[in-house]
């Protein structure tokens, strides 16, 4: 058996090569993907939080946010409250996207591979098990 940390790191190796298969007729990088799922659950986050919670440089997500920008999927908006802080918005058109049956389909396909062979019990253990080994590695790193 190889070391849990090696486990981990293949596991989300193939994660990432089966979502681009995924996303690719969507015309969506993992990246952009990444963005869409924030900002689906929590629309309007500030571009330093979204950098915290995707851990990327700040010219990375730049980069990301530029193209999606570029491509309809994204509006940056001033805040209200400070002129220096731009918030993230998905477009209507990337909501439409996210929202088609063609997207959740493939999205439900993705799940249903990762999961296959698990029963209900084992799948939400492992969500479990993954939400906590996040907290014991996050704990006394902010």
Known sequence: MSHPTLELKRAYLALR??????????????????????LLHEDGMEHRELQK???????????????????????????DQDARVRRLH????????CASPEFCDAGD???????????DEERRA??????????NL???NH
Not at 19 to 27: D, S
Not at 90 to 97: G, N, Q, Y
Not at 126 to 135: D, G, H, M, P
Request: proline fraction near 2%; charge should be positive; aromatic fraction near 8%.
């Open 138 to 140: 996050d704990t006394g």
């Open 17 to 38: 090569r089966a979502l681009e298969q995924t996303i690719r007729p969507f015309n969506f990088s993992v990246g952009q993907f990444d963005v869409l799922q924030f």
């Open 53 to 79: 919670r995707l851990a990327v440089t700040s010219p990375t997500l730049t980069n990301i946010l530029n193209g999606m920008e570029r491509d309809g999927h994204l509006l940056r908006e001033l805040d």
């Open 109 to 119: 396909a993705l799940v249903e591979k990762m999961f296959k062979g698990f029963t």
């Open 126 to 135: 492992f969500l479990v098990a993954l939400r906590k080994v996040e907290s």
């Open 90 to 97: 998905l477009s209507d058109a990337a909501r439409k996207l």
